[in-house]
């Protein structure tokens, strides 16, 4: 683990957490009101070191798995690709089987879905570029 690793780690887990107070606290706060799966605001709170836990974890194991991969070709396409198959791997599998075991409203997974991919090719792209050859 050097420099560039944690750099890379702490960048990715402030933009993961960014984002996921942006898509599931923001834009998809009312639709989990909605469903009534939710724990209240208020009781969240005390749970939230879990979450930092979580998006330390998911940072980490995301920088060092494209560290592994990459290739010596663009970033960018790199980066995008990278964000793109963590998706197919975790996010949009995970939240069709919410959806098959969970109460959820279809139109609420497919933002689930759609955000979450959106998230996914950021931070992919994000990790391509901290980790860009100078050169390219």
């Known amino acids: 683990m050097n420099a560039k690793f944690l750099i890379a780690s702490l960048v990715i887990f402030i933009l993961w957490m960014l984002a996921g107070f942006t898509v599931h606290g923001q834009l998809l706060a009312n639709d989990?009101?909605?469903?009534?799966?939710?724990?209240?605001?208020?009781?969240?709170?005390q749970y939230f070191v879990w979450m930092i836990i979580a998006h330390l974890l998911m940072a980490v194991a995301f920088v060092w798995i494209y560290t592994r991969g990459r290739e010596a070709k663009p970033w960018l396409g790199q980066g995008l690709r990278y964000g793109f198959a963590v998706a197919l791997l975790a996010?949009?599998?995970?939240?069709?089987?919410?959806?098959?075991?969970?109460?959820?409203?279809?139109?609420?997974?497919?933002?689930?879905?759609?955000?979450?991919?959106?998230?996914?090719?950021?931070?992919?792209?994000?990790?391509?570029?901290?980790?860009?050859?100078?050169?390219?």
């Open 91 to 136: 996010c949009i599998p995970i939240y069709l089987i919410y959806y098959c075991v969970q109460p959820l409203p279809g139109m609420l997974v497919v933002k689930q879905i759609v955000f979450d991919t959106i998230v996914l090719l950021i931070l992919g792209t994000a990790v391509a570029f901290l980790y860009r050859d100078r050169a390219g």
């Open 32 to 45: 989990y009101l909605a469903t009534g799966l939710m724990r209240p605001v208020e009781e969240q709170a």
